[in-house]
Each structure stands twice: as C-alpha cells, then as structure tokens.
Nanobody, 122 residues
Framework: QVQLAESGGGLVQTGDSLRLSCAVS????????MGWFRQAPGSAREFVCA????????HCTDSVKGRFAISRDNSKNTVTLQMNNLIREDSAVYYC???????????????WGQGTQVTVSS
C-alpha cells in the first residue's frame, strides 16, 4: 500500500518562505510522477506543481511560477515543494500526490497524502 506523508506546513507571514516535504513508502517511488495540490476553504482543489519520475520535466501553475519550485530525491523517496515570497492567497491545505501513469497536471493523482496546512498572514 502506497502511503504519502506531508510535513513542513505552518504559519508564516507575507513574503516568507516555507519548504514542504513528502515522504513516500510502500511503492516504487522512482516510477511515479509526483505533484502538489492545494485547497483553500470554500474553494476547489487546485493543482500546484508536478515533476516527472526522473525529475527532468517540471510544471507549475501560473500563479506560483517564479515563486515555487518542486524537486525530488529518488534515493530518499521524497518530493519537496520550496515556496518563496508567500502571499495570503497561498494559504491552503497542501496535498502531495503520486501518479503511476506519469500524468502531470490537474488530472494526476492515484495516491494522496493527508495534507499539511499552510497559512500566510499579512
């Protein structure tokens, strides 16, 4: 059974940085495309960033381009989301996802973590 565990969320101020991590167990991590989604209260779940299984292809939604970066370490079965210059609109629960087919983007997500809360105050 594939399990994903996010960590690194918290309360920060506008302009601060935060680093989210996701540890994956129970599957073949190096074969999955990995990604991050987020969901704010009253809003639909939103795709944030994704990275291909070998780490070559990366894609982020327009609202975070230039501020967020996704990376992975296949030797440690982890994926990381570095978030810089945070704004209030980034406040949400952030979810780590894994996709067995290599899909990257809003349609990805065979496996999901429980989420970690990020709150940005002004």
């Amino acid at each position: 059974q594939v399990q994903l565990a996010e960590s690194g969320g918290g309360l920060v101020q506008t302009g601060d940085s935060l680093r989210l991590s996701c540890a994956v167990s129970g599957g073949t991590f190096s074969m999955y495309a990995m990604g991050w989604f987020r969901q704010a209260p009253g809003s639909a779940r939103e795709f944030v960033c994704a990275i291909s299984w070998e780490g070559v292809d990366r894609h982020c939604t327009d609202s975070v381009k230039g501020r967020f970066a996704i990376s992975r370490d296949n030797s440690k079965n982890t994926v990381t989301l570095q978030m810089n210059n945070l704004i209030r609109e980034d406040s949400a629960v952030y979810y780590c996802v894994a996709d067995r087919r290599g899909a990257m983007g809003p349609v990805m997500g065979d496996y999901w973590g429980q989420g970690t809360q990020v709150t940005v105050s002004s």
